[in-house]
């Protein structure tokens, strides 16, 4: 405990600094501010302008999902357009037809970002490896704490419009681990009349016929793309589709934990399909070149949990939105540039967001399900490059000066597990390298077929269901006015301190460990690396505040995560999740950086060992799990310096080794990022400093004493 106040102390000085420094909100937010969402199964970036673009300048980022692994990102675009009619400007021009478009582009000249921050329950927990804080940097992502709110994470967001519509967007987030994979999403859009930055009313309109709407295109998912082929990146081989057309005869029942699956809700959703440049069938993204997983298996969309009847009448409509389908992913008509000249490009604008797809490249159908016999890559349907778009309209609204419609809606993401999508994918890539392979395949149901391909396709097709249950937990966690029984919260500090026979995890007591139920601390670790599957390794009680890891193997990394847990006692009536225990989200207290068994210094230049030797590559998975190309030199001095040579005589490597241990690890690559090539490579080392025997204090080393080893890589 005292090597935990001892982090306290040196910690909680630099978060206040960081905190009390934010100084208040300005008035006018830039455009670019970001804030990000990181502690549930589903992690996003949200823009101050009110709608995102995934585009980073490198690739598409956002809508990740799950959030353990990379390259598991979803998000392409998110169009948001506003239009009215019968409009007076500022200026006092009537405007038959104005419409605004919530696009980076128009920041400063028809929306006006003017709050945008991020709220926390609680300070996040202080995450240690051998004394490196790995959480420090995500500080940043909060502006502010309240301990009153009920999600973890809630992103608000004010835009003003030239229009003198202003959106308030909300954005709440829950860690819990049966609402972690959704965001809710709430819009408030209010005629406040101001139309620029700051308080400034200058209009006061009644705003008349105002439509609001969404288009989002998800490339399920950036992995998948390496599978199905590049241009799904953007898109463009996606399919959409949409439940709840029935939903007026059903609206305000409650979902239950005996039919958790409904299809009446107002859903919409997209995954990847098949590209028609791939000579074999790429549903799931299976990796052809690899061990088969598939890398295709989200599915991710909105429902619609509530629209405002009217500014007057806030209860649910359960006539809207008036357009859920598809749209063509890049045919849209533009706003032009506000001037007057732009009006009929607003007016076909307008024309689009009252449900007429633009050019006739849309519809309010099951996408999938009309065009899939005859058109099976979705990109053919509409024949636009850009992929294929989600499409949500709500209205026709009047607004009179000060009054507002909300709408309520929620993204999610769902489909199989790693694990499942591991085994399914291999299961199919065996019988794809051996045609003579005709199974039986078991089916989710429990049936089977002889054609792999149809395997495949089921498994991943049971991702319908996984986003519609999840749709269903959002819409359970929003008739319950967001009252889902809580986790306890996570131990405040974690500590992961790297040892010489063992590995220690110490950490602060959770802040509810006097709360009812409170029933202790679960402990994991992943082996290799931090994308990998975890282990429960220790379950211990309250009070406990330490726990010491003696299985390690030397030379191996490893990751851990902390949670605190409860008896379910909380969690008994089933109205809003499965029953049960619950435990704080593991993102809170993940590592992002490894561990090891340290070995203590050689005493002799001899006993130095290069390990593997030779190096093959062959063999890469064997020696150092989820590190297939670490090499490490073992009991050496605990300081010196390492360079490797090629058998030439070439320096392609130094390696300062400063920590005392007896262990040093090298990554096969060079000081130019190449990685080397088959060969007989020289590591010479050299010793910096005298060092002696901590019990006889005999001279070990002296500094300048050196000796070399060879060793055979392989490739």
């Known amino acids: 405990m005292n090597s935990i ?126 004394g490196v804080n790995v959480t420090a ?32 967007r909300r954005i709440l987030a829950f860690s819990q681990q049966y609402h972690d994979n959704y965001h809710i999403r709430e819009y408030t859009f209010t005629n406040t009349g101001k139309t620029g930055y700051g308080d400034d009313v200058t209009l006061r309109n009644t705003l008349h016929d105002l439509y609001v709407s969404l288009q989002i295109r998800y490339s399920v998912s950036r992995e998948g793309s390496f599978s199905i082929g590049g241009t799904q990146s953007w898109g463009k081989h996606s399919w959409a589709t949409k439940r709840g057309e029935n939903y007026p005869d059903y609206a305000g029942q409650p979902i239950t934990e005996n039919n958790p699956i409904v299809d009446w809700l107002r859903a919409g959703f997209s995954w990847a399909g098949q590209n028609a440049a791939n000579a074999y069938d790429n549903i799931g993204g299976p990796h052809r070149a690899g061990d088969g997983r598939l890398r295709a298996v989200q599915h991710a969309g909105f429902v619609v949990l509530h629209v405002d009847k009217s500014g007057a009448d806030k209860s649910d409509d359960p006539h809207q939105p008036v357009v859920l389908g598809w749209h063509a992913g890049d045919t849209y008509p533009s706003v032009g540039d506000m001037s007057p000249a732009a009006e009929p490009q607003m007016k076909q604008l307008y024309t689009m967001l009252q449900g007429n797809p633009h050019q006739g490249l849309g519809g309010n159908d099951r996408m999938d399900e009309v065009y899939l016999e005859t058109h099976p890559d979705p990109s053919s349907v509409h024949g636009d490059a850009g992929g294929t778009n989600l499409w949500y309209s709500f209205g026709p609204f009047t607004l009179e000066p000060d009054e507002s419609i909300t709408i309520i809606m929620a993204e999610g993401v769902s489909g199989l597990s790693r694990e499942t999508a591991t085994e399914i994918g291999r299961r199919w890539k065996q019988a794809f390298d051996d045609p003579s392979d005709t199974g039986p395949f078991t089916l989710p149901d429990g049936s089977t077929t002889n054609d792999k391909d149809i395997f495949k396709n089921e498994w991943t097709y049971s991702g319908k269901d996984s986003i519609m249950q999840t749709f269903g937990r959002a819409y359970r966690n929003f008739m319950s006015e967001y009252t889902i029984p809580q986790p306890p919260q996570p131990p405040p500090v974690f500590d992961v301190t790297s040892g010489g026979d063992r590995i220690t995890l110490s950490w602060a007591p959770s802040a509810s460990e006097g709360e009812p139920g409170f029933a202790g601390y679960r402990v994991y670790r992943g082996v290799g690396k931090p994308d990998t599957t975890f ?28 949670t605190a847990y409860n008896d379910g ?53 064997l020696q150092y799990p989820g590190e297939p190309d670490k090499i490490m030199f073992l009991n050496i001095p605990g300081q010196c310096t390492i360079r490797i040579y090629t058998e030439r005589g070439d320096l392609i490597e130094t390696i300062p080794h400063t920590d005392g241990s007896g262990d040093a690890t090298w990554q096969s690559i060079t000081s130019s990022r190449q990685i080397v090539v088959s060969g007989i490579y020289i590591a010479h080392f050299t010793v910096t400093e005298d060092q002696y025997d901590p019990d006889t204090n005999e001279l070990l080393f002296r500094a300048g004493d050196s000796t070399f080893k060879k060793f055979v890589v392989i490739r």
């Open 5 to 130: 106040k001892k982090l306290l102390k040196i910690f909680f000085p630099v978060f206040l600094i960081a905190f009390f420094s934010t100084g208040d909100i300005l008035a006018q937010v830039e455009g670019t501010s970001t804030r990000y969402i990181r502690i549930g199964e589903l992690q996003n970036h949200y823009t101050a302008y009110g709608s995102e673009r995934a585009w980073n300048n490198n690739y598409y980022e956002g809508v990740r999902w799950p959030a353990d692994y990379p390259w598991t990102d979803n998000a392409v675009i998110e169009r948001f357009w506003f239009g009215v009619r019968d409009f007076i400007g500022r200026d006092g021009r009537n405007w038959d037809t104005y419409a605004v478009h919530s696009t980076a582009g128009y920041v400063g000249n028809s929306i006006f970002p003017v709050k945008h921050e991020q709220t926390a329950k609680f300070e996040p927990p202080s995450v240690l490896v051998d």
């Open 137 to 168: 940097q995500y500080l940043r992502d909060i502006d502010d704490y309240d301990p009153d709110q009920i999600p973890d994470r809630i992103v608000t967001n004010v835009v003003n419009t030239s229009m003198g519509l202003t959106m308030t």
């Open 535 to 562: 282990d429960r390794i220790a379950e211990v009680g309250p009070g406990t505040t330490e726990f010491q890891d003696t299985d390690p193997r030397r030379g191996v990394s490893y990751y851990y995560y902390i």
């Open 569 to 621: 006692s909380n969690n008994t009536s089933g109205e809003t999740n499965p029953t049960g225990v619950l435990e704080s989200s593991r993102f809170y207290t993940k590592t992002t950086e490894p561990a090891f068994l340290q070995r203590a210094p050689g005493k002799s230049l001899d006993d130095i060992r290069v390990v593997p030797n030779p190096y093959n590559i062959r063999a890469r998975h």
